[in-house]
């Protein structure tokens, strides 16, 4: 379809998109292409001049180059594709050929991408299209009890990825509440050990609030050493995760460590330094309580 690169925001590094023009009839062929970045590079040299000249790819008669793509284009993983064991969810795209569309085919099996207007929402999208299914359903007998059913595209994407990262979501907070009763025990039983050092602070002076920002301070420096330690392991098993499992995750390579990964990591830090040394703080007041 001419309009595939609008919709999806991409423009060409050389020459242009497809135009309607390029649009094989039924029973006929495509004339046009339009190369991907590294198939650019690596079978025609990045010639700046190839818009243009005609080239032959594969089993395909002659075709006109009428633009190359900027570097990275991938394939939308398709769902029923990606279950087959040699499929590459992560392969570049090589080139494009316009594809016609017969209108009066009953082929079904078409993945249908769209780009929501500015200021249009995915629910106001999904009235429109319930209706339009309603509508070719009295036309046509054949597509009744149709629906369709409009889902963001990262979503449907990282649909397989979500069922395994949810479970694995509530496994790792559940370690981390475990891991912050332990401290808060271990920090407890260090308070219990230091009732006497608590007892002379008071009685030289020190104030509740003292005391308090002390005990609190070694619990959130404990929680601070944590993090750092868990941002480098989380760093170490990217790393290893985009190693191993390239062919099997999609997009794997584009995974990173960022600032909203480093934010949760530092702020979990601190809310499980003020779970876990919370009672511990408030037992150290009790010496100052006594005196």
Excluded at 6 to 17: D, F, H, N, Q, S
Excluded at 65 to 81: A, N, Q
Excluded at 195 to 223: H, I, N, P
């Amino acid at each position: 379809m001419p309009e595939y690169f609008t919709v999806i925001g991409i423009k060409p590094l050389l020459g242009r998109a497809f135009l309607s023009a390029d649009t094989p009839r039924p029973g006929t062929r495509a004339a046009a292409v339009i190369l991907g970045y590294d198939l650019w590079q690596r079978r025609f040299h990045g010639d700046r001049g190839i818009v243009g000249k005609t080239v032959r790819l594969s089993r395909f008669p002659p075709l006109t180059v009428v633009g190359v793509m900027p570097p990275g284009i991938r394939f939308l993983p398709s769902p029923t594709d990606a279950a087959e064991p040699n499929y590459d969810v992560n392969a570049l795209v090589d080139y494009w050929s316009p594809a016609g569309l017969a209108l009066e085919s009953k082929e079904r099996n078409w993945n249908v991408i769209g780009r929501l207007r500015d200021g249009v929402t995915l629910r106001r999208a999904q009235a429109e299209l319930t209706a339009i299914a309603a509508r070719q359903a009295q036309v046509d007998p054949d597509l009744k009890g149709i629906t369709v059913k409009a889902h963001p595209l990262t979503a449907e994407l990282n649909r397989d990825g979500d069922q395994l990262l949810l479970p694995l979501s509530g496994a790792v907070f559940l370690i981390l509440f475990i891991a912050c009763g332990n401290v808060a025990g271990l920090l407890l039983a260090r308070g219990l050990q230091r009732r006497q050092d608590y007892v002379v602070r008071c009685a030289l002076g020190a104030g509740r609030a003292q005391l308090f920002r002390q005990v609190l301070t070694e619990s959130l420096l404990l929680a601070f050493c944590g993090a750092v330690f868990g941002a480098g392991a989380a760093t170490g098993i990217v790393k290893l995760l985009k190693a191993f499992g390239r062919v099997a995750i999609p997009r794997l390579d584009a995974v990173m460590i960022g600032w909203p990964v480093l934010v949760f990591c530092f702020g979990s830090a601190v809310l499980s330094a003020a779970i876990a040394g919370l009672i511990p703080a408030l037992r150290a007041l009790l010496p100052c309580h006594l005196l």
